[in-house]
């Protein structure tokens, strides 16, 4: 029974992972193309390899904290990360499929402080898996940034 949580929690996150990556996907060689983009930008080959990397820590993050004893703070930690997961899962429709920068960097800002608190309690659960989140932390503090200069230059 243990693994096939493990297994239903990275389907979770890779169903958000592939509807999001479609619509990335869908509007690289169109609207994304057209924007100017800031010196900071990665190329557009890094992303695949990054997500997929985060969402799979995510998940195994989530199934570590299910793996624990009861307690309302594990309620509480899966409840945020099934919101800070929906707020991921925005952030792809509001930039790439309505093309609103300015209101994915808003959402983005949300999202960053969603993911903040799962992983804060998440390490109050089991320290390994706030661990895990850090990475997405981290790389989503930087997503925040570089969502700020494609807004700047873009307006």
Do not use: D, K
């Not at 557009?44 to 990397?53: A, D, E, H, K, Y």
């Not at 793996?67 to 309620?75: D, E």
């Not at 608190?117 to 659960?125: I, K, N, Q, S």
């Not at 932390?137 to 570089?146: C, G, I, K, P, T």
Request: hydrophobic share 60%; charged share 5%; net charge positive.
């Amino acid at each position: 029974m243990r693994w096939i949580s493990l297994i239903c929690w990275l389907g979770i996150c890779f169903a958000v992972a592939g509807v999001s990556g479609r619509w990335t996907a869908s509007e690289i060689p169109g609207w994304y193309r057209t924007l100017a983009r800031p010196s900071i930008a990665p190329p557009n080959w890094i992303f695949g390899p990054v997500w997929t990397l985060l969402y799979a820590l995510m998940a195994v993050a989530a199934w570590q904290v299910w793996q624990s004893a009861p307690s309302p703070m594990r309620t509480w930690g899966l409840a945020l990360f099934l919101v800070q997961l929906a707020l991921n899962y925005a952030w792809s429709l509001i930039f790439f499929r309505y093309h609103a920068i300015g209101a994915a960097l808003a959402e983005v800002i949300v999202l960053w402080v969603a993911i903040g608190a799962t992983t804060l309690v998440f390490g109050r659960v089991t320290p390994y898996a706030a661990w895990m989140m850090a990475p997405y932390w981290a790389w989503v503090s930087f997503a925040a940034v570089l969502n700020a200069a494609f807004w700047r230059l873009n307006s």
